[in-house]
């Protein structure tokens, strides 16, 4: 909370009502990096909003999140697709066996 109050006022009151959850610390550096290139607070706004813009325009074009996967007796199976097994078959012949001449 102190590094909110530490802002100044107009600083702030952006980031209330900010689209985007910013973080105090990421207000102050580029506060910082304005200042020290000798900007206006009008500008600092400035530079947050084009940031804020940004950031959102590269979430739009982000991919959507995937959902965790369904349970596998979830999944829809077109008709007469029988459903996996549940466990291995009792007898196999995978290899380790010989088969009787």
């Excluded at 973080?23 to 206006?40: D, H, Y």
């Excluded at 077109?78 to 549940?86: E, F, H």
Aim: with cysteine; charged share 25%.
């Amino acid at each position: 909370m102190q590094a909110f109050d530490a802002l100044p006022s107009p600083v702030r009151s952006w980031l209330s009502e900010a689209a985007l959850p910013w973080s105090p610390a990421s207000c102050r550096k580029i506060l910082r990096q304005a200042r020290a290139r000798g900007e206006s607070l009008n500008d600092v706004l400035a530079r947050l909003d084009r940031a804020q813009t940004k950031a959102l325009a590269r979430d739009r074009h982000a991919p959507p999140q995937v959902a965790a996967a369904p349970d596998h007796d979830e999944i829809p199976r077109p008709q007469g697709v029988a459903p996996a097994l549940r466990s291995a078959p009792k007898s196999s012949s995978y290899g380790n066996e010989r088969e009787s001449p």
